[in-house]
């Protein structure tokens, strides 16, 4: 799978990865069997059914000790506008 370079926050009480931007710097990962390749096989098919999306090259912009704004949003339980049961307002 061909990689395109991303830059993002690395937390560390929660594990997660959050990408801020892409760069648009790709790398080219040689298979015959992903679309984004240089060596793909089927260079002239229009619907085969290769690989068409990149992976993450991920870059830490900012390394935090704490956890993600969302895993800190779901701890603290749902918010006003993200309720399960908030339908129409009456």
Sequence with gaps: ??????????YRGCGHYVRIYQTGITYDCGRPNCKLSAAHMHKTAKNCGCNMEYSDHRRVRNLFQTKCDACLEYESGYSGDH???SGRQW
């Design 1 to 10: 799978m061909c990689n395109m370079e991303c830059f993002g926050d690395q």
């Design 83 to 85: 309720s399960p049961r």
